[in-house]
């Protein structure tokens, strides 16, 4: 399955869930807001696999910050070790939502 909406913002994705036959996955404390539309429901995550891919790129021109800096280093020393190739070959156990957790 592929995102069809991507949004940096919590509630534009809560509203595209609610206005759309769209869903989403926000935290819970989101479905406890005045205002949702009728029809909107809620399912519990149980032990969900969180998975979260990161870049980072920067221009040669720019300066290094500390943080990105730090980060290459990291990457660098697991790709070293052999680690890093370890830790993305690892298969990512399937998980199943109860459908049944419906409120």
Do not use: Y
């Not at 592929?2 to 913002?9: A, F, I, L, Y």
Request: proline residues 8%; neutral net charge; contains cysteine.
């Amino acid at each position: 399955m592929s995102p069809k909406v991507e949004s940096e913002s919590i509630l534009h994705l809560m509203f595209q869930g609610q206005l759309t036959k769209l869903c989403t996955v926000i935290p819970q404390h989101f479905a406890r807001m005045l205002g949702l539309h009728p029809g909107t429901r809620a399912l519990d995550l149980f032990n969900p696999v969180v998975i979260q891919e990161v870049g980072l790129f920067w221009s040669e021109d720019e300066t290094l910050l500390p943080m990105a800096g730090t980060m290459v280093a990291i990457v660098k020393g697991l790709n070293k070790s052999g680690e890093l190739r370890r830790r993305l070959s690892e298969p990512v156990p399937q998980q199943t939502i109860p459908t049944s957790m419906a409120r």
